[in-house]
């Protein structure tokens, strides 16, 4: 049956007693496809009823529905002509794995962080109010993203409004992890009612089928539900701010789904539908473990693709054992580090998992805090908790941060407090692609006074800078890439330059008379530049290499001595070039009077960089890569021999 659907007005042809085929047969897609390709499979295997139910009822061509997250859209886009594109899901010129309004104009946004929909909801139905009949606004938000702050401000404008807007609050008790908070129990409270709620859904059919009197019967019952339901829950936070409430009802009887949905879309006002769903629904390890079908790797090989010819020399490729993840490197100095000292936190906004650190709340649950998708109120805790004499470590990716600048200013920043900012995922990030990459947390740190910004090249590195940021006496950042770290480690930790603030370490330096350029690289890039230089050494081109280790403090006796002896200064960073690293060392150049060195600076260019299959095809395709840098080495050793 699901071979005949290729858009939803395939769907609206079917019977409604063809529905729970249909959503058989797209759980059994999503098994087999997202399985073999990755990507995030328990979040859609809980939505198949619900978002089959949607497109049966609306006409998303003209209304509007905006997915929160938008990481539980695959069968979404498979009711709307994109089934046959999910071979390549999340790969390269592939299916995004978010919504995205470039494949299809059923996708309104391009989102991938959590909490918007319901703004970006009213602000559709703000701009169709005009039109007649209105079109329906649809936010599909999950229990874990209601607890975002600004779903409590966009629920708070909405109810105030009387805006039409359906809030459809997609309950199953998880996002990546455990949902967490207040909410999250309230939530809980009643969605422990759903047996009496299941009852109550049987009798409705039930009276639905007496003839005459059914229909009287089962709307006096529905009052004497809503009774029943305030006593259970007292204190409805939803009515109270001025939101009409429906549900909770089971959001894998589709059926039902379609039968509710048509009764919500008759309502005026703000209306939130309660459903309740289970994570990773078919899943045969969904029950036990929900985070674990979260997201999927792949089991099929990726398609190779074609890319900018290598400028290697001919031989063997010599392959390099990797490393421990960055994410569990920091995990496992950290919480070795706690080991010794009792102040040291660990903070994070919803994901223990991602982060790294369940391993560190087992061991020290008194001194984890997951306070949920709310990453304005994180900074600000861990503020607090520096001012009164802990040391926090405030873990979440680089682009979540972005939602707490103003805490990361005025909490952090402007007090001068210790709280360590550790940004995971700092660069590409492969298969998420632009929502996902952590490629602006330099430009907009780098700006506030007082923050010192590092980042490590190894797991050597890493523990050395956590030890440096432990004893620091005011804010520090350091950002580490979605990758592992090197297998083999060229210096020895006792050989190491000492971590001092602003004191880079030379890792390769050029002969005096052969000293043209000099390689700044910053981060886990100096391990693709160390390869480049090795690469340049075979043909006979000296290079001096650097690892900058700081972005803030700068190095700047080092540079100012680069700076008098060097033709070109190249910065190299997996960041955005404007604002990143290399302007920092562009703008200390601009302060020396008597430098001889140009500054080329090789970063991620001025535009968002798309999903690739790896990480490492995203670096290539930015000149970043061995490769990359090798190449533009060349090009300036030939402009200089030309001039």
């Known amino acids: 049956m699901l071979e005949r659907i290729s858009s939803p007005a395939d769907l609206k042809r079917l019977p409604l007693e063809s529905l729970p085929q249909v959503c058989a047969e797209v759980r059994e897609f999503l098994l087999q496809s997202v399985q073999r390709t990755g990507g995030h499979l328990g979040s859609n295997l809980g939505v198949v009823e619900l978002t089959t139910a949607l497109h049966y009822v609306f006409d998303l061509s003209r209304d509007r529905c905006v997915w929160d997250v938008s990481h539980q859209c695959y069968p979404h886009k498979i009711f709307t002509g994109r ?27 391009h989102t991938g962080h959590a909490g918007t929909s319901i703004s970006l909801a009213l602000g559709l139905a703000r701009g169709v109010a005009h039109e007649t009949p209105q079109p329906h606004s649809i936010a599909v938000i999950g229990d874990a993203s209601l607890g975002a702050g600004v779903s409590f401000e966009a629920l708070n404008y909405a109810g105030a409004s009387g805006q039409r807007v359906l809030v459809i609050l997609n309950d199953n008790e998880w996002s990546i992890s455990k949902s967490v908070g207040s909410m999250a129990r309230y939530l809980s409270r009643i969605r422990s009612a759903k047996v009496v709620q299941r009852a109550n859904q049987e009798i409705h059919k039930l009276l639905a089928a007496i003839p005459v009197i059914g229909e009287k019967v089962d709307r006096t019952l529905e009052d004497m539900a809503e009774v029943m339901r305030h006593a259970m829950v007292p204190g409805h936070v939803f009515e109270e701010l001025g939101v009409t409430y429906v549900g909770p009802i089971d959001g894998h009887d589709v059926k039902y789904l379609v039968e509710n949905l048509q009764r919500v879309r008759e309502l005026e006002g703000t209306v939130l539908l309660h459903v309740l769903t289970e994570k990773g629904k078919g899943h045969p390890s969904a029950p036990t473990h929900p985070e674990r079908v979260h997201g999927v790797k792949g089991t099929g090989p990726a398609p190779k693709t074609a890319g900018a010819e290598s400028s290697k020399l001919p031989g063997p490729t010599e392959v390099r054992p990797a490393g421990p993840a960055y994410t569990k490197a920091f995990a496992d100095a950290l919480t070795k580090l706690a080991d010794r000292d009792v102040r040291v936190h660990a903070l994070t906004a919803g994901m223990p998992s991602g982060t790294g650190l369940e391993g560190f709340a087992e061991r020290f649950p008194a001194r984890f805090h997951d306070t949920g998708i709310t990453e304005q109120h994180n900074v600000a805790m861990a503020a607090g908790m520096a001012k009164a004499g802990l040391r926090p470590f405030v873990a979440i990716y680089s682009t979540f941060l972005q939602r707490a600048y103003d805490q990361v200013f005025q909490e952090v920043a402007l007090q ?3 709280v360590t900012l550790c940004l995971d995922r700092g660069g590409l990030v492969g ?15 780098r700006t506030l ?15 050395r800078m956590l030890e440096f940021a432990l004893n620091a006496p005011g804010p520090v950042a350091i950002r580490y890439p979605r990758d592992n770290c090197p297998g083999v480690e060229r210096i020895h930790a006792n050989e190491r330059t000492a971590m001092l603030p602003g004191k ?22 100096v391990n693709q530049a160390l390869e480049a230089v090795e690469r340049l050494a075979r043909r006979g081109i000296s290079v001096t290499l650097v690892d900058a280790r700081f972005a803030k403090p700068l190095d700047e006796e080092l540079l100012s001595q680069h700076a008098l002896a060097y033709r070109y200064i190249v910065t190299v960073e997996e960041h955005q070039r404007a604002g990143g690293f290399g302007s920092a060392v562009l703008e200390s150049l601009s302060r020396l009077p008597n430098a001889r060195a140009q500054g080329r600076l090789l970063g991620i260019p001025d535009r968002y960089i798309e999903h690739c299959t790896t990480r490492e095809e995203q670096l290539g395709a930015c000149g970043l890569d061995a ?11 030939a402009a200089t021999r030309v001039s």
């Not at 910004?453 to 050597?460: E, F, G, V």
């Not at 490769?627 to 050793?637: F, K, T």
């Open 83 to 109: 089934r046959e594109r999910f071979e390549k899901l999340r790969m390269t010129d592939g299916l995004c794995g978010f919504t995205h309004p470039d494949e299809s104009p059923y996708d309104l946004f």
């Open 416 to 418: 001068n407090l210790p």
């Open 431 to 445: 298969q998420d692609g632009p929502t996902h990459n952590g490629v602006f947390d330099l430009a907009y740190l």
């Open 449 to 463: 006074p007082n923050f010192t910004i590092l980042a490590p090249r190894d797991a050597t590195d890493m523990r």
């Open 504 to 525: 880079a370490e030379v890792l390769v330096e050029a002969p005096a008379g052969e000293r043209s350029v000099a390689i700044w690289a910053y981060g886990a890039l």
């Open 627 to 637: 490769d990359g840098i090798e190449r533009a080495v060349l090009n300036l050793a």
